[in-house]
């Protein structure tokens, strides 16, 4: 089924670039300048989208085996993801139940067992508390109860997403509205983390408006990626996640300079670079495009949080590959690929993104555009609104499939 909507979108991207069309929002669209610069706003969107809503923490390649562990901080929050021997992944929060201490400091590692550093309570990598320090000193405690608290967490498609309320009563699955079921076409279940960076960067929203936007590539990106770059983009949505591509007929394989014409071919011969081309985001703060180096597929993926302040954000980007390169010339190709990557995101769209962001917080402009051509923008700012402002009720509401379904 999966594929069959892949060939469908596809052939809609084929046929609007032979006609030279594409997919227009109905109007320009006014955001107000403030939604990218209120204090306020930006807490409470921490605190309703971030720390509450189904993120995606970190690919499947990033905890490969049984035992990896990575511990993270997202808003404030401390998480703590781990491999478990019957291959799971669990989400706890990285807080020893006697004081608090983080039991596992920021970063990865391998590991069945964890001891707090400050008193030395130890607890399995399931979260289970397993050892008191100085026991009959201390008096005696129900392990039972002092596990490390527990998130809803759910590993698909080689991603895996974690919410970090556990009381949360959204399910990840209905969240994500059957997008990871077209995301497993990507293959990230048997790939390898060739290398992983992060960045700093403008508002949260500011930097992801550049992932749902191909209307400034060969603008901003005219000494990167050309002055003849496309910038034309057709949305696909599920729920609040979109994948946006280039309408057109042509298409390049992947790692080739030769353009192949997609009218010619018939559904079974559509190669899986364009079934998957474009970039793909979940919302509220992942993209993923496809790249080629170190001879083979790869992948980018962008992971973005807030900072601690409005004008500030962090994206980590991992370049996961379909396998690990072998030559010391794959090596270096790889590098290659990524590093270009990283001047493109870093120099060209979040240095724009800063500047643009400290000329908003000046309040001389009321409102910004996002034009017809720019519908995922629009998208994306309806939901970012709607979903900080719903309740716990609203969003098992919003994302019940009954309603969903009710609503598409």
């Not at 990218?36 to 930006?42: A, K, N, R, S």
């Not at 990557?341 to 001389?364: C, F, N, P």
Request: charged share 25%.
């Amino acid at each position: 089924m999966s594929r069959e909507e892949l060939v469908s979108m596809t052939r809609s991207l084929v046929e609007h670039g032979a006609a030279d069309t594409m997919n227009y929002a109905d109007e320009i669209v006014r955001i107000p300048a403030a939604s990218y610069t209120d204090p306020e706003l930006f807490e409470r969107e921490k605190r309703n989208i971030f720390r509450r809503l189904p993120l995606m923490v970190a690919p499947s390649c990033e905890l490969p085996e049984p035992g990896d562990y990575k511990a993270m901080d997202i808003c404030g929050v401390p998480l703590l993801l781990t491999r478990q021997r019957d291959g799971t992944v669990g989400a706890f929060l990285n807080m020893c139940t006697h004081r608090g201490n983080p039991v596992v400091p920021t970063g990865t590692g391998n590991g069945t067992r964890f001891a707090c550093g400050y008193h030395g309570w130890t607890f399995k990598n399931d979260g289970d508390l397993v050892g008191v320090a100085s026991p009959k000193d201390f008096g005696a405690v129900d392990k039972a109860a002092l596990c490390l608290k527990k998130f809803p967490s759910y590993e698909s498609a080689g991603l895996i997403w974690a919410t970090l309320d556990p009381d949360s009563k959204l399910s990840i699955t209905d969240y994500l509205c059957g997008y990871d079921d077209l995301l497993a076409a990507f293959g990230f279940d048997g790939w390898t983390l060739f290398s992983q960076r992060t960045l700093p960067g403008p508002n949260w929203k500011t930097a992801y408006d550049g992932y749902l936007d191909f209307y400034h590539l060969p603008v901003l990106h005219k000494d990167t990626f050309g002055a003849d770059f496309y910038n034309r983009a057709n949305y696909f949505f599920w729920g609040p996640h979109q994948r946006l591509s280039t309408p057109s007929k042509m298409a390049t394989r992947v790692g080739s300079d030769i353009e192949e014409d997609l009218s010619q071919m018939s559904d079974e011969d559509l190669p899986e670079d364009a079934l998957l081309a474009g970039v793909w985001t979940i919302f509220p703060h992942i993209s993923i495009a496809s790249f080629y180096g170190g001879g083979q597929r790869g992948a980018m993926i962008s992971q973005l949080f807030p900072g601690e302040n409005v004008g500030e954000s962090f994206t980590t980007q991992y370049y996961v590959m379909e396998n690990q390169p072998e030559t010391e010339e794959q090596v270096k190709s790889a590098h290659e690929q990524f590093d270009f990557l990283e001047i493109v995101v870093r120099d060209e769209d979040y240095k724009t993104g800063k500047r643009q962001h400290e000329a908003l917080q000046s309040g001389m402009l009321d409102h910004v555009l996002f034009g017809k051509n720019e519908r995922g923008g629009q998208v994306f700012h309806q939901w970012a609104e709607k979903l900080t402002n719903a309740s716990d009720e609203d969003l098992l509401r919003i994302f019940a499939p009954e309603h969903r379904e009710a609503a598409e």
